[in-house]
């Protein structure tokens, strides 16, 4: 079982750095807002880029509300990665008032 993380949380581990930061929504949510410097692996594809994402980093996930994330967190925890969940997804980093990418990013 892997911890799940606040928003707030998230933002202080990033910026201490190394980790793996993924967004597992859709491109459209993705281009309308997302956290600066997280790769876009959308859900459905978790499968086959499993094997790009690095086991001896940290990885932390997210999507719009954290489902989907806590769905993805569990299968890479299975599979033997250090893997958490940002509880809340980016509709909790908003309400936080934590900085999003464009200028003008919204949670779709």
Known sequence: MSQDYTPKQVDRILADGNVQ???VRTPEE???GHIA???LIELSTLPEQV????REIPVILYCRSGGR???ATE???HAGYDA???AGGMLEWQACGL??????????
């Open 99 to 108: 900085p999003m990418e464009p200028a003008d990013a919204r949670v779709a």
């Open 51 to 54: 094997q790009t994402i690095k």
């Open 75 to 77: 299968a890479l925890v």
């Open 30 to 32: 993705h281009v309308a």
């Open 37 to 39: 410097g997280s790769r």
């Open 84 to 86: 958490h969940n940002m």
């Open 21 to 23: 930061l993924i967004d």
């Open 69 to 71: 994330s806590a769905l």
